[in-house]
C-alpha cells in the first residue's frame, strides 16, 4: 500500500472540523515535542474539548495560528492558555480557548507524572537529550 504525505495544515483543519461537529478523532503523533509520553508513530485518540477539561497539565489539540500542536496545558488565564511541548524546553504557545479543540484523555498516573515533569522543566534538557537520540522522530 502506497503512503501519501499530507502537509499538516490540511491534516489538522478537518481534524478540527471533526472536533467540531462533536466526534472523536484518533491520530498517529508525528515529532518528538510530546517526549517522552508521546512518541512519533504513537496514536492518540481526541475527543471535543469541554470547559471543565481546561485544566493544568492536560493534553490539548490547538490551533496555535499558523499551525496546529498537540501540547500540554502548562498556564490558564482568564479566557487565555498557555500549552507547550514536553519535549520542549522554551517555545510555548499563548491563545484564547476557543482556539482549543480537542483532549486526549490521559490516566492520572500520566497526568501525576507529566506534573512533575512540567515541573522540572529548567532540569528536563538532560534527560530530553537521550530520549531524542533513541526515539524515532
Given amino acids: 500500500m502506497e503512503q501519501k504525505s499530507v502537509a499538516n495544515v490540511a491534516t489538522f483543519s478537518v481534524v478540527r472540523d471533526i472536533l467540531l461537529e462533536g466526534e472523536n478523532v484518533t491520530i498517529a503523533v508525528k515529532g518528538q515535542s510530546m517526549l517522552p509520553f508521546f512518541t512519533s508513530g504513537s496514536t492518540v485518540t481526541l475527543r471535543p474539548i469541554a470547559e471543565a477539561d481546561f485544566r493544568l497539565y492536560n493534553v490539548v489539540f490547538a490551533d496555535a495560528g499558523d499551525h496546529f500542536v498537540i501540547h500540554r496545558i502548562i498556564a490558564l488565564e482568564g479566557d487565555r492558555v498557555t500549552l507547550l511541548g514536553d519535549g520542549n524546553i522554551y517555545g510555548t504557545e499563548t491563545m484564547p480557548r476557543s482556539r482549543v479543540y480537542g483532549i486526549v484523555d490521559c490516566s492520572a498516573v500520566h497526568l501525576f507524572f507529566a506534573k512533575l515533569w512540567v515541573k522540572l522543566r529548567p532540569?528536563?534538557?538532560?534527560?530530553?537529550?537521550?530520549?531524542?537520540?533513541?526515539t524515532p522522530k
Avoid: D, E, G
Fill in 123 to 134: 532540569l528536563r534538557r538532560f534527560p530530553l537529550a537521550i530520549f531524542r537520540r533513541v
